[in-house]
């Protein structure tokens, strides 16, 4: 298994795991019912992601096949804080029968790369209450 940057070709994999966590989740709370286009919309999204220096979406390949994923950004707080700049990693997804092999660990860890070389101190995550085993992933890695 290798992590690397996503490329064009691996975003339509990308959204597949996206569906994937989606689903998931829809299952855990109404309120991430998608909409009819989400599908289209998220892989847009991703396009802009890929053309952009404060977004990184990483993906965990075993050959061409994307066994998860993971999408951060750079973020600015309001002036009224001393520390204005933070990394949020917003999404991390891996295929369900490759859950406790390391795949979300290696990407966490290349995206933790990322940002210190962006100069990016503080990273905060995003996890759904309703998602036990994402909870403890992350109480795990110290978020």
Known sequence: MRVAR??????????????EMMILHERMDP??????????????????????????????????????????HIESRPPVFRERTYGEISDLSVREDHWREGVGERMLKGSMKWFKSKGVERIEARASP?????????RKHGF
């Open 6 to 19: 996503a490329e064009e070709g691996d975003l339509p994999q990308v959204v597949e795991r996206w569906r």
């Open 31 to 72: 309120v991430f019912e998608m909409a009819p286009d989400g599908e289209a919309v998220f892989e847009g999204f991703l396009r802009t992601c890929l053309a952009s220096e404060e977004h990184l979406l990483l993906v965990a390949k075993e050959g061409k096949e994307v066994l998860g994923y993971l999408l951060a």
């Open 130 to 138: 309703g998602n036990a085993a994402a909870t403890c992933f992350w």
